[in-house]
């Protein structure tokens, strides 16, 4: 089973945190719009059993994500299982119509413009992202993605990038929970 090993930061100061991932050599891409289109399940409340459904599209293309509940271990753990679905905006609208037809109800949208790119450090490849998330902030996240196998050392990694980077403002809550929590 693959896990997703995660860590979110608010952005404290965007300059010192760009000077310290140039110096560990992190390259980042051309940054990208995604929109993540949350439903909830007819028989469940995902906000209670901690999962999460969403189609994403970036562009033209699109993904069906499940998340399920976090695992534990002091660094956001949790199966992901991710689709490709067709592409275009007119696919994601009928997705995302078939859902409520079969009863999931729709609970937010995240906006976000994110700048993703990795760095390498003592031979492990994390995943990252700059995001400034519509209405929220600015944040930076790191992951990988292992599987259950290596979860332990997975999550004593991103511990070090972490300190490498001097972090401090873990931010615990999915962008969906921030949304949700603004809206209310």
């Known amino acids: 089973m693959k896990l997703e090993i995660e860590q979110k930061f608010r952005?404290?100061?965007?300059?010192?945190?760009?000077?310290?991932?140039?110096?560990?050599?992190?390259t980042f891409r051309a940054a990208v719009i995604q929109r993540d289109a949350y439903f909830n399940h007819p028989a469940r409340?995902?906000?209670?059993?901690?999962?999460?459904?969403?189609?994403?599209s970036v562009g033209d293309d699109n993904v069906i994500t499940y998340k399920g509940k976090k695992l534990g271990g002091g660094v956001?753990?949790?199966r992901e299982i991710e689709l490709?679905?067709?592409?275009?905006?007119?696919?994601?609208?009928?997705?995302g119509e078939m859902l409520k037809l079969l009863g999931f109800r729709?609970?937010?949208?995240?906006?976000?413009?994110?700048?993703?790119?990795?760095?390498?450090?003592?031979?492990?490849?994390?995943?990252?992202?700059?995001d400034e998330v519509a209405g929220i902030g600015t944040f930076f996240e790191a992951e990988l993605v292992v599987d259950d196998s290596e979860r332990e050392r997975a999550q004593q990694?991103?511990?070090?990038?972490?300190?490498?980077?001097e972090l401090t403002a873990v931010e615990t809550r999915s962008y969906l929970e921030m949304v949700l929590a603004r809206r209310a």
């Open 84 to 95: 490709p679905i067709g592409a275009g905006t007119e696919t994601a609208e009928q997705l």
């Open 106 to 130: 729709p609970s937010a949208v995240v906006e976000k413009h994110r700048t993703p790119g990795n760095v390498t450090l003592d031979g492990v490849r994390f995943e990252l992202a700059w």
């Open 11 to 26: 952005v404290i100061d965007p300059a010192a945190l760009r000077a310290k991932l140039a110096e560990l050599g992190a």
């Open 157 to 165: 990694r991103i511990h070090l990038l972490q300190a490498k980077l």
């Open 45 to 56: 409340d995902f906000a209670e059993t901690d999962e999460a459904l969403r189609i994403r």
């Open 76 to 78: 956001k753990t949790r």
